[in-house]
């Protein structure tokens, strides 16, 4: 089954985030009840991939002001039937950013958000089940604003944990700063190691 891959991902990302239960539940049971989950024409709504874009040192983050939705997000989009969804956080980050060099560090889950967009124009409203993957930039930080995005721009991570800071973006600020403090010296110049 093409879903296995990401139902494995969750189980493993459930047991290191067991707080985050109910959410991992709900994706796993859309994506179990949905075998066109990866594409855009699912109904209800569909899996996509985004990507927590770190610099190479670990400590800004890239973000995108959306055109569409007007406000400021990791990189990612639409599946758009690829069920490795860890490439197509990789893919997204490439195509929003226009960074050269951008490695996935590793194949395990970041974040994962269920989040509501609204209708647009003939565009009923519906679900993004976003599953999250730590994206690591390379040397040159020179991006290129695409035509999805208004602007772009990196953020110190510390900067993040604002009230007005998007939810799931101050989440996964959070979850950075925790996992980099839990290497010591390590810092946050080389959370994955």
Known sequence: MHRNHLLQLLQDYAARHPDEQ???????DFVRAHADCFERSCPPGHVTGSAWLVSADGQRVLLTHHRKLERWLQPGGHADGDSRIERVALREAEEESGLPGLSLPEVSIFDVDVHRIPARGPEPA???????F???AGADERYRVSEESHDLAWVPVAELLAEDVEPSIRRMA????????GNGAQGVQSPEQ
């Not at 519906?126 to 999250?132: F, Q, T």
């Open 174 to 181: 959070e979850k950075w700063l925790a996992r980099a403090s």
């Open 134 to 136: 730590v994206v690591r």
């Open 22 to 28: 109910p959410v991992v539940a709900r994706i796993g």
């Open 126 to 132: 519906h679900d993004h089940l976003d599953i999250r």
